[in-house]
């Protein structure tokens, strides 16, 4: 049995993140507003240093390191913004960092990544096992691998965004949040259930990638194909087993969106809001939109989750 965070481990990463990870926006929207006849906050972590919420589960789990630890740095494998929080939490804290990426991961996150001071190995992500090779590497660097999504600091660090969105708009009576490894919103939960204990919480899940779905409805993690899916950030095969016993606890759905969906939503942040959001950021807005729940005068927060997305992609996408 792995030991679940709590919201008192959400707390104690606020503390450390003070002053490293920016306290992101609440925005609002009037447009969306009376599309859904609610009132929307937007947790626009798309503000995020680099880009993206992985930042602060990134410098909460490196900030916990040994001196042991941080004399032999970190290790990740990452397509994008994991990748990215942990290079650039490594270079904030004065450590090495080495990061196992795919060949074909975009130019731009792999020249952030490097930019940020990571070194870089990329793998064949159809033919290598990505684990393997960062376990081997860890092994043989004596460096320590810190992943994704299902790492209890991991988790507490990403809660730390709903907790700013609770104190600064304390009635939410619905929080969709967008699932990938579910590291996201399970910070998130833990963050719900102790600042607005009556907000219900959801996920939200590319129609491809339904694994959090299908896991929630049969009560064990369910493991499916790679999905294809414009929404590069929710693209895994399983949750992790921590997430899974959160999300499971505290998660009262799980939604599914088609990706022409999320490119709408996409345009409509563009022209509305004036806002470059990612497809998987687009993931909970669309969710709110499309769950079948009636909303009528709710207070809905939406998280945001990032903004990485390589500018011809993104008019490509907008362009429909």
């Not at 920016?22 to 006849?37: F, I, K, Y």
């Not at 290079?87 to 080495?98: D, E, F, K, Q, Y």
Request: hydrophobic residues 45%; aromatic residues 6%; contains cysteine.
């Amino acid at each position: 049995m792995h030991l679940l965070p709590t919201y008192d481990d959400v707390v104690a990463a606020a503390q450390r993140l003070q002053g490293q990870a920016h306290r992101t926006p609440v925005l609002s929207s009037s447009t969306a507003d009376a599309q859904l006849g609610a009132q929307l906050f937007f947790k626009c972590e798309n503000f995020q240093r680099m880009g993206a919420f992985k930042f602060r589960g990134g410098f909460n789990a490196l900030a916990q390191f040994t001196p042991e630890q941080k004399k032999h740095g970190a290790l990740a494998f990452s397509s994008g913004n994991h990748a990215q929080a942990i290079a650039l939490a490594a270079r904030i804290l004065g450590m090495p960092a080495t990061i196992l990426m795919p060949q074909d991961a975009p130019a731009a996150k792999l020249a952030a990544t490097r930019g940020y001071g990571a070194e870089v190995i990329t793998f064949d992500r159809f033919r290598d096992d990505r684990e393997a090779l960062a376990r081997r590497l860890s092994q043989e660097r004596g460096m320590t691998l810190i992943p994704p999504f299902d790492h209890a600091h991991v988790i507490a660090g990403q809660g730390t965004a709903a907790k700013e969105l609770f104190e600064e708009v304390p009635d939410l009576t619905h929080l969709f949040v967008c699932v990938g490894g579910g590291g996201l919103i399970s910070g998130c939960a833990l963050a719900a259930k102790a600042l607005a204990p009556d907000c219900k919480v959801y996920g939200v899940e590319p129609l491809a990638g339904n694994d959090g779905q299908q896991s929630l409805q049969r009560g064990e993690r369910v493991r499916i194909e790679m999905p294809e899916t414009i929404a590069d950030g929710a693209q895994t095969q399983q949750l992790g087993v921590i997430t899974f016993e959160v999300i499971r606890r505290d998660v009262e759905a799980i939604f599914t969106v088609p990706d022409s969906q999320l490119a709408s939503e996409m345009r409509f942040y563009a022209e509305r809001m004036k806002m470059v959001v990612e497809p998987t950021g687009c993931l909970s807005l669309a969710g709110a939109r499309h769950s079948g729940l009636d909303l009528k005068g709710a207070r809905i927060g939406i998280l945001v989750s990032g903004g990485n997305v390589d500018m011809s992609r993104f008019s490509d996408l907008i362009a429909g």
